[in-house]
């Protein structure tokens, strides 16, 4: 139980980080972007947008967190091994190619790479390494 409580709560706090920085990316892009423009045309409030970014981001990476928890739990009764500065290697593993398969084409679109870098290794940090921790300090 512990390790899909800490998966709600990393998944919870990757929401947090990213609505503000989903907004302010959104906005800067939009000079740039037919696609940004589409979602915030011009003078969109940036609050405004942070906020329906919120809503959409604690649903979605609460609802990760809880899967990849899930997981855990399940890898950590057979195959409970440390490794690579984590405490459960194969979750570790799982999660780093869970990240590599998502974001992996998104660095195709030079206009994203710098954004897609950054939410890789945080997504990658925070439920790789900080969900197992934080199932640790909960048993």
Do not use: C, E
Request: proline residues 6%; aromatic residues 10%.
């Amino acid at each position: 139980m512990a390790a899909v409580f800490s998966g709600f709560i990393v998944g919870y706090a990757i929401a947090l980080l990213i609505a503000p920085a989903g907004a302010i990316a959104l906005v800067r892009s939009n000079s740039r972007s037919g696609f940004a423009q589409r979602i915030a045309p011009p003078g969109t409030n940036v609050v405004a947008l942070s906020l329906v970014i919120h809503f959409a981001a604690i649903l979605a990476f609460t609802a990760i967190g809880l899967v990849l928890g899930m997981a855990l739990a399940g890898i950590d009764d057979r195959r409970p091994d440390a490794g690579l500065g984590s405490p459960n290697l194969v979750y570790t593993l799982l999660v780093l190619s869970l990240t590599a398969v998502i974001f992996i084409p998104t660095v195709a679109f030079p206009s994203a790479r710098r954004y897609a870098i950054g939410a890789a290794a945080t997504f990658a940090i925070a439920f790789g390494w900080a969900v197992p921790w934080l199932a640790q300090l909960g048993k």
